[in-house]
Structures are given as C-alpha cells and as structure tokens.
C-alpha cells in the first residue's frame, strides 16, 4: 500500500509540473532580447559596441544579484 501511495504521490507532482507555466514567461523574454540583440547588432557597429556595453552591465547586477 506504500508503495502505491508514492507512485500516486508522484504522479500527481508530475501532473502538477507538467501544467505549470513557470517558465514560460522567461523563455518569452530571452526570445525577445535575442531578436532585439540580433537586430540591434546588425543596425550599425558603434550601436553593437554601445549595446554590448550595456548588456555586460545588465549581465554583472545579474551575476551579482545571483549570489545573493
């Protein structure tokens, strides 16, 4: 009998996280920023620099935030 209850216990996690959207919102978002990156970079060189720089910014408060 425990080991029934724990293949149902289980199953209803997976049911669970296969109807979660969690993550959905963020894979929205990296798509987004690659196709603004993309078409950023391919506008002019000066712009590529100034957006690299920004991004590397934007890239170390998230490391940073991170470790926390």
Do not use: H
Not at 43 to 58: E, Y
């Amino acid at each position: 009998m425990s080991i029934r209850r724990t293949y149902l216990n289980l199953w209803c996690k997976l049911q669970a996280l296969k109807n979660s959207c969690c993550g959905q919102d963020l894979i929205e978002y990296a798509l987004m920023a690659g196709l603004v990156a993309t078409g950023v970079v391919t506008m002019s060189p000066a712009t590529a620099d100034a957006f690299v720089n920004i991004i590397s910014k934007v890239n170390s408060v998230i490391v940073v935030a991170g470790r926390t």
